[in-house]
């Protein structure tokens, strides 16, 4: 394996992680605030929803999956 390859295998295990659906929920809201800044309009209030709601969506499905064991 290359040290490239490597590095960016590295860096996507960072970013994604073991919750594919988190970091895709993260780059929506993200998009969604640029958007809302680009129309002019206040953004400031996406993020912190997003991660109270995608905090509570992650541990929920971990305390679920958890339980089935």
């Not at 993260?26 to 129309?39: F, G």
């Amino acid at each position: 394996m290359s040290r490239l390859r490597a590095a960016l295998a590295g860096v996507w295990d960072f970013v994604v992680g073991d919750d594919w659906r988190a970091a895709l929920g993260v780059v929506v809201s993200l998009s969604l605030t640029a958007l809302l800044a680009e129309w002019g309009l206040g953004a400031w209030w996406v993020m912190p929803i997003a991660v109270i709601a995608l905090l509570a969506w992650s541990v929920g499905r971990a305390t679920r999956d958890a339980t089935r064991r």
